[in-house]
């Protein structure tokens, strides 16, 4: 008799060692069926390899975690993702929830507690780590636009934008990268300093490295 599928997890980090780290917690119990170190990556191989589960950080190159979620639902794939993050911070956790995930642990939390969230976004339930769980019922009572925070005024398109500038990327690179023109790049730039009442790049780059856009 053979036994049961394990679940099939791909993992998303950019720090080599933390991967290698979750490789052999969830090894006992999952599959890990890829590891990948980017937004863009990790789309891609949620398409490709079709993982029961998706485990990810928020902070990645090219496309952060959350907006490679969005990404994700808008195209259809409803894979679980549970958030694995060193941001202590209620805006991240809502953007993600809001977002779809199914779950969000912080970094420094005991191990057992990822292997809780991923076990609970398998049975189509939400884990959110208990050390944020009260702040961000509280924020849910502000209203979305308070909770969401200031990245919550800008489109899924306008954060990937915002990322790639604050890399250091040029419109024409960000453009090719995104098989969009260099001109609508500068149309979403300009629309984000009119958004956020801003007046140079500078001042858009500080604003996306503060509130974690990178």
Excluded at 15 to 26: D, N, Q, T, Y
Excluded at 76 to 103: C, E, I, K, Q
Excluded at 165 to 189: C, D, N, P
Aim: glycine letters at 8%; zero cysteines; aromatic letters at 4%.
């Amino acid at each position: 008799m053979s036994s049961p599928r394990r679940p099939r997890v791909l993992l998303a980090d950019d720090h080599l060692l933390v991967a290698e780290a979750l490789k052999s917690l969830l090894a006992p119990e999952f599959d890990l069926v890829g590891v990948v170190e980017d937004g863009r990556a990790l789309v891609e191989a949620a398409g490709r390899l079709r993982p029961d589960v998706i485990v990810a950080d928020i902070t990645m190159p090219h496309l952060n975690g959350i907006d490679a979620l969005v990404q994700l639902r808008q195209g259809g794939d409803r894979v679980p993702v549970v958030f694995l993050t060193m941001h202590r911070d209620v805006n991240f956790a809502r953007r993600a929830l809001d977002a779809g995930a199914s779950g969000f642990v912080l970094k420094h939390s005991a191990p057992a507690e990822l292997i809780v969230a991923i076990r609970a976004a398998l049975e189509g339930r939400t884990y959110l780590t208990p050390q944020l769980a009260g702040d961000v019922l509280e924020a849910i009572k502000q209203g979305p636009e308070r909770a969401g925070g200031p990245l919550g005024s800008l489109t899924p398109r306008q954060r990937e934008i915002l990322q790639l500038l604050t890399e250091g990327l040029s419109a024409k690179v960000i453009a090719s990268r995104l098989s969009i023109s260099a001109r609508t790049v500068e149309f979403h730039k300009y629309q984000m300093m009119e958004t956020l009442g801003f007046h140079t790049n500078a001042e858009l780059i500080h604003f996306a490295i503060r509130h974690g856009a990178v």
